[in-house]
């Protein structure tokens, strides 16, 4: 049976995540050749301040593009906290 595993921050709600696990499961029937019935998607909410980029911990950090790819302070918002 395939898993799919969509691991995402804190927050959206349960409406969005539908939305989320929908499309997940629709790619998969439509690029993977499934069955709807042999899918099974899990949904992780990951809460930030568990995690680090770049040897700094994400509660403290934006994790914009300035933690992930080097982007410009300019270019980047606060993340919400926790």
């Given at each position: 049976?395939?898993?799919?595993?969509?691991?995402?921050?804190?927050?959206?709600?349960?409406?969005?995540?539908?939305?989320l696990?929908?499309?997940?499961?629709?790619?998969?029937?439509t690029?993977?050749?499934?069955?709807?019935?042999?899918?099974?998607?899990?949904?992780?909410?990951?809460?930030?301040?568990?995690?680090?980029?770049?040897?700094?911990?994400?509660?403290?950090?934006?994790?914009?593009?300035?933690?992930?790819?080097?982007?410009?302070?300019?270019?980047?918002?606060?993340?919400?906290s926790?």
């Open positions: 049976m395939p898993l799919a595993t969509i691991q995402i921050w804190e927050g959206p709600d349960r409406q969005r995540k539908q939305k696990i929908e499309a997940v499961r629709q790619a998969m029937i690029y993977g050749g499934l069955k709807p019935e042999e899918i099974y998607i899990v949904v992780q909410d990951l809460a930030r301040h568990n995690y680090t980029i770049k040897e700094v911990y994400s509660s403290e950090d934006a994790l914009t593009c300035a933690t992930v790819c080097g982007c410009t302070s300019s270019e980047t918002s606060p993340a919400p926790n």
